[in-house]
C-alpha cells in the first residue's frame, strides 16, 4: 500500500507540542513539499530486500574514521527502521548513545530531534526523518552539504523536481518504496537537508 507524504513543515517546539520530548532542541526548517514521481530512480544504490521480509535493524558500530553515520540504507535495513515504535526508537537510541529522554506519550504522533536530524512517528510508527546536519549520510555517501551533481551521480536523474516558499525538493522512490529526497535552495547547488519517507508497508 502506497502512502505519499504531502507536506511537512518542521518547527521549532514541536516535540513538545505532540507530547514527545526532543533530544535536543529542534532546529528550524523550511517547509518541504513531497511529492512522489511516477518512475523509480534510473541509478539506484542497492537492492531491495524488502519482498524476503521486514527490513532488519543492523548492529551499531562506531565509524573508525570519524566518518557520519549511515542511518538508514536503501532497502530500509538500518540504525533505526520505519514501523519501529516510539518506545522501540528509544531503546534503540540508548544503545547507540544518543542523548535521549523517554516521550511522555508513547504511540502518540509527534517528533523526535536529535540535533538537527528529526525523527516523525504516526499511527503506524517511525514513517518519516529529516536531516539537516552532517552527522548522517546515505548508503551512497550523500550528506548535507554535498552538490546536486553527487546526488545525481549516485541516484540518477529520474526525480520529481518541485519548488516551494523557494525551497527545491528532488524526489526519488526507491525500488525498496522508499522515497528518498533532496533539499535545496533556488541559489544553491549544495543540499540543505535530505531524507526518507514510508511509501509502503514492508511485509
Given at each position: 500500500?502506497?502512502?505519499l ?5 518542521v ?8 507530547g514527545?520530548?526532543a533530544c ?6 523550511p517547509?518541504v513539499t ?8 534510473t541509478?539506484p544504490?542497492g537492492?531491495?530486500s524488502?519482498?524476503a521480509?521486514k ?7 562506531s565509524?573508525?574514521?570519524g ?17 519501529m ?12 548513545g544518543?542523548?535521549?529522554?523517554p516521550?511522555?506519550?508513547p504511540?502518540?504522533d ?24 552532517s ?16 546526488m545525481?551521480?549516485l541516484y ?19 525500488p ?6 533532496v533539499?535545496t ?11 526518507f519517507a514510508?511509501l509502503?508497508d514492508?511485509?
Amino acid at each position: 500500500m502506497r502512502r505519499l507524504v504531502k507536506s511537512f513543515v518542521v518547527l521549532a517546539g514541536a516535540c513538545a507540542i505532540t507530547g514527545l520530548t526532543a533530544c535536543e532542541p529542534a532546529s528550524l526548517q523550511p517547509p518541504v513539499t513531497i511529492q512522489s514521481p511516477s518512475q523509480e530512480p534510473t541509478q539506484p544504490l542497492g537492492t531491495s530486500s524488502h519482498t524476503a521480509g521486514k527490513p532488519t535493524l543492523v548492529p551499531y558500530t562506531s565509524p573508525a574514521d570519524g566518518s557520519a553515520l549511515v542511518l538508514m540504507n536503501d532497502d530500509g535495513s538500518g540504525l533505526v527502521v520505519f514501523g519501529m515504535s516510539a518506545s522501540a526508537f528509544y531503546k534503540r537510541a540508548a544503545e547507540i548513545g544518543w542523548d535521549c529522554q523517554p516521550p511522555n506519550k508513547p504511540g502518540v504522533d509527534g517528533f523526535v530531534n536529535v540535533g538537527a536530524t528529526t525523527f516523525i512517528f504516526g499511527s503506524d510508527g517511525l514513517h518519516r526523518i529529516d536531516v539537516a546536519d552532517s552527522s548522517f549520510q546515505t548508503q551512497g555517501g550523500f550528506a548535507v552539504g554535498d552538490s546536486i551533481a553527487k546526488m545525481e551521480q549516485l541516484y540518477g536523474t529520474n526525480y520529481e523536481r518541485s519548488n516551494a516558499s523557494d525551497v527545491l525538493t528532488y524526489t526519488y522512490v526507491l525500488p525498496s518504496g522508499l522515497q528518498f529526497y533532496v533539499v535545496t535552495t533556488p541559489n544553491s547547488l549544495l543540499a540543505t537537508g535530505w531524507g526518507f519517507a514510508y511509501l509502503q508497508d514492508f511485509a
